[in-house]
């Protein structure tokens, strides 16, 4: 089973349009940290947000806000004011304590494409 | 500049050669990842080493190998016994292994076998 689904493949706004990644995630770990990654075209990925498990107080960083919570299995990502280098493919990831018997390795979703255009 | 080098950034084969892709940190950090990526795919980790000499198998090790002499140093050899093995590579490391511990990953290296 499919452990961190992010079902929107593609997504595509306009310049200074707000727009949210969703994030669901799916573990039988009390214990576990939710992450974000941005890859732009370059292929690198860049380290955005970790969350842990008994943290549920939303984040925000400028225009990067996100929306954790357990009730709902979710860790939404929203960008405020878009911008044409926002443009990328995000990752949301899952770490569990316990998985595979290897704590810290990372479990990725399939990640949405954001084009945001002028 | 502390951070991690992949080389080189595009890789070409002929099938039935093996291939070894580099990866060096100088983050002095202890634990280190290779992730394949398939276009519209996530990663899937390959290979990881927690500590000098050690590794692991993740969900996709066949047909690859690795080894971990140095702890700056985490290179992946791709062999012939891999069926599919173009793709995007991209190796990562970690402070430590844990579950907190987020990663940082290099540019990558996009392989392509022919």
């Known amino acids: 089973a499919q452990k961190v689904t992010q079902a929107q493949t593609e997504i595509s706004v306009v310049e200074k349009e707000d727009v949210t990644l969703d994030c669901v995630y799916e573990?039988?770990?009390?214990?576990?940290?939710l992450f974000w990654y941005k890859q732009p075209p370059s292929g690198e990925l860049v380290f955005l947000i970790r969350?842990?498990?008994?943290?549920?107080q939303n984040e925000i960083s400028g225009r990067y806000s996100w929306n954790f919570q357990k009730s709902t299995s979710s860790f939404n990502f929203t960008i405020t004011a878009s911008q044409v280098v926002d443009s990328a493919v995000y990752f949301c990831?899952?770490?569990?304590?316990?998985?595979?018997?290897?704590?810290?390795?990372?479990?990725f979703g399939k990640g949405t494409k954001l084009s945001v255009k002028p | 500049d502390g951070g991690i080098t992949q080389s080189p950034k595009y890789l070409f084969r002929k099938e039935g050669q093996n291939v070894t892709l580099s990866c060096e940190q100088n983050?002095?950090?202890?634990?280190m990842y290779w992730y394949r990526q398939d276009p519209g795919q996530g990663l899937r980790l390959i290979y990881y080493?927690?500590?000098?000499?050690?590794?692991q198998k993740g969900d996709i090790a066949e047909g690859y190998s690795v080894s971990r002499e140095k702890k700056e140093s985490f290179p992946l050899t791709v062999t012939s016994a891999q069926k599919n093995p173009t793709a995007f590579y991209l190796c990562?490391?970690?402070?430590?292994?844990?579950?907190?511990?987020?990663?940082?990953f290099g540019p990558g290296t996009r392989l392509t076998v022919t």
């Open positions: 990562a490391s970690s402070i430590g292994a844990g579950v907190a511990y987020e990663q940082y």
């Open positions: 969350r842990n498990s008994f943290d549920e």
């Open positions: 983050l002095n950090h202890d634990a």
């Open positions: 080493s927690q500590i000098v000499n050690d590794f």
């Open positions: 990831a899952l770490s569990e304590a316990n998985y595979g018997g290897s704590q810290g390795n990372l479990i």
């Open positions: 573990t039988r770990d009390t214990t576990y940290y």
